[in-house]
């Protein structure tokens, strides 16, 4: 998917913007109404439903299952928008950089993220998750630089994700 790269204000916005909205959504996810007591209020009942029979330890961990894979999720839309965002803005000098500098909102953004939930206590902050989330992120930039990186040595790079 190429795009055109932009390098004015509304450029910028239009480059960044919708990575400004995910980081808002991260963070609202982490809030305590997504606390994990929050969270089984829907998750129990639906597996309940699917599996009438379903011991509470499994549903424990089904649970937390579930819960992982949002982190997954919310940091590979994450690096997916990061990527997308360097590189339509900053022309050239930037955009050939583009998959290392996504990785910086990654890091960030799940750094804050858990050491913000370290503070509520309806929250468990925990490197590991943070960890889980930098990977997940990471793996989607290599991914993207996998599928983008030029086939063969002659051909020039494209300014598009």
Partial sequence: ???????????????????????????????SSASMAETSRFIGPLVRWIYPDI??????VIHVGVRKLAHIFEYSVLAFLSVRAFSLFAGHRLSNWRYLVAIIP???????????????????????????????GMLVIVLLWIVRRPRLAGQERSPGI
């Fill in 1 to 31: 998917m190429s795009q055109r790269v932009v390098n004015d204000w509304r450029g910028g916005l239009w480059a960044f913007a919708p990575l400004a909205v995910w980081i808002v959504v991260v963070f609202a996810m982490s809030s």
């Fill in 55 to 60: 011991s509470p330890e499994t549903l424990k």
């Fill in 106 to 136: 990654v890091v960030v953004v799940a750094s804050l993220d858990e050491y913000r939930q370290s503070f509520d206590v309806t929250r468990t902050g925990t490197i590991d998750d943070a960890l889980l989330d930098i990977t997940s």
